[in-house]
């Protein structure tokens, strides 16, 4: 998942610069925390590609450097609790503080407990993977799906299964053009047709417009226009921008969802003595090209 991938990377920056604002004579001094930061996928197996990185927090005032910041050489461990089964994890040369062990395969409805022990310290993280959401659209998985905005959503709804009908479920859209490429499916005005800057493409905290996020209930996705069966058709006003953008329906434990919505992610997500998102997550990922009428 690349734009998981880049969303870990931008989160574990940001979770570094929260607590570490010592200039700021009003912010609190900065404090070397051990920080995990990582989402278990039901039934993909935890490899390199979805690693957990692990590192120490670095001063806001310092040029964020991950090979400085990445803890090498601690002992970490995902426990299985449900099955009580120990996964030792690893990490490499080549990516230093990403830890994984590409023989395990994340089973949904099953508890997890991280442990990580680095130079007398000890952090944990623990996490339940939700229950198997069960997709069907006409959108393809495999291959890059080239739609238009206009009635996307009721043309291609996507619909939902989940033995749990209070399970959290989030769709996602994020934007992949650069700003300059990424041109307003409508536009403030015809000389505004684009982001005049990265800053105004990002937005804020909430990272709009170029990244959405919905969620709700399984069971307020039932709708009557489709026999009452759980069902997204809305997601094409989610589309904000022509090009490139990714679509993820995702099925989402408590942490992942404190990381989205709470005032101090980096403190409510799930992690003990350190800080950070160990979170969990099942569902599928759809590239989008929209293309203009």
């Known amino acids: 998942m690349k734009l998981m991938n880049k969303m870990l990377l931008f989160g574990i920056i940001v979770l570094c610069f929260l607590i ?15 920080t995990i930061f990582g989402y278990l996928r039901g039934n993909e197996s935890l490899n390199a590609d979805h690693a957990i990185m692990i590192a120490y927090s670095q001063p806001v005032t310092n040029y964020y450097d991950m090979q400085k910041a990445a803890i090498t050489g601690a002992t970490v461990i995902l426990k299985d609790i449900t099955n009580d089964i120990l996964y030792p994890l690893k990490d490499t040369l080549e990516r230093p503080g990403f830890y994984f062990n590409d023989t395990l395969l994340i089973q949904p409805k099953t508890t997890y407990q991280l442990r990580v022990e680095i130079d007398g310290k000890v952090a944990t993280a623990t996490t339940t993977v939700p229950p198997e959401l069960i997709i069907s659209t006409e959108l393809s998985e495999d291959t890059t799906n080239a739609v238009y905005r206009k009635n996307l959503g009721t ?11 209070d399970q959290l479920v989030v769709v996602d859209m994020y934007c992949n053009e650069s700003y300059q490429n990424a041109e307003y499916v409508y536009p403030f005005h015809e000389s505004h047709k684009y982001p005049e800057d990265q800053e105004e493409y990002d937005g804020g905290r909430n990272a ?10 399984l069971k307020d996705f039932a709708s009557d226009m489709h026999q009452g ?11 904000v921008f022509y090009g490139s953008n990714t679509l993820q329906v995702l099925a989402i434990d408590d942490n992942y969802h404190n990381y989205i919505y709470s005032e101090h992610p980096e403190l409510t ?25």
């Open 20 to 34: 570490a604002c010592d200039k700021n004579p009003g912010a609190p001094k900065y404090q070397k925390e051990i």
């Open 269 to 293: 997500s799930g992690v003990n003595g350190g800080i950070g998102v160990l979170g969990s997550l099942y569902g599928k990922k759809y590239e989008l090209m929209v293309l203009k009428p």
């Open 155 to 165: 043309e291609k709804p996507i619909f939902l299964q989940c033995e749990n009908e």
């Open 208 to 217: 709009e417009p170029r990244h959405i996020i919905a969620f709700a209930r």
């Open 229 to 239: 069966r759980y069902t997204i058709f809305w997601y094409s006003s989610m589309i």
